[in-house]
Antibody, heavy 120, light 107 residues
């Protein structure tokens, strides 16, 4: 069974940093691109960042570029999001999602999410 | 970047109704269009990929159509468990983007 489990969320002050993790199991992690998607309270889904299976290709939304860094450790079946210079508008539930890229890309599995709150 | 616009933003309907949600892309995305369902407090769930392909395990009352810039998600006969928020997403660009969502409520 495919499982994605996020962790690392919490309360952080503006300007602070946080590192999110996503532990993957039930599939060959090193064969899949992975993404982070966030959802502010009461708002819609916002794609944040994408990383290819071998980390060769990395993309960011303009809203986080230069502040967030996506990475992965295929030996540990883990995905990460290092978030620096956090702002109030970064407050959201952060989901990791697997990308099925063969043919027509889609996010076929999602984690349960971890809440990040940026507040003084 | 590709902008995705859904309409309507919210919709009230009754069990048994046929419902259609529209999604428009700011440029042609061929058939690189996915639909997701999200219930409160839960992660999104993939319903349709490649504009019209039903994800495994999704009931056949859900269907998708369209190509280029205009797409639709249709639920042929609403069931109580279908009341949720629906999002479209383009996967033509790796700067994946979502529509703003359509909240489907019980009338």
């Amino acid at each position: 069974e495919v499982q994605l489990v996020e962790s690392g969320g919490g309360l952080v002050k503006p300007g602070g940093s946080l590192r999110l993790s996503c532990a993957a199991s039930g599939f060959t992690f090193s064969s899949y691109s992975m993404n982070w998607v966030r959802q502010a309270p009461g708002k819609g889904l916002e794609w944040v960042s994408s990383i290819s299976s071998s980390s060769s290709y990395i993309y960011y939304a303009d809203s986080v570029k230069g502040r967030f860094t996506i990475s992965r450790d295929n030996a540990k079946n883990s995905l990460y999001l290092q978030m620096n210079s956090l702002r109030a508008e970064d407050t959201a539930v952060y989901y990791c999602a697997r990308v099925l890229t063969s043919g027509w890309p889609n996010f076929d599995y999602w984690g349960q999410g971890t809440l990040v709150t940026v507040s003084s | 970047d590709i902008q995705m616009t859904q309409s309507p933003s919210s919709l009230s309907a009754s069990v048994g109704d046929r419902v259609t949600i529209t999604c428009r892309a700011s440029q042609s995305i061929s058939s690189y269009l996915n639909w997701y369902q999200q219930k409160p407090g839960k992660a999104p769930k993939l319903l349709i990929y490649a504009a019209s392909s039903l994800q495994s395990g999704v009931p056949s009352r859900f269907s998708g159509s369209g190509s280029g810039t205009d797409f639709t998600l249709t639920i042929s006969s609403l069931q109580p468990e279908d009341f949720a928020t629906y999002y479209c997403q383009q996967s033509y660009s790796t700067l994946y983007s979502f529509g703003q969502g359509t909240k489907l409520e019980i009338k």
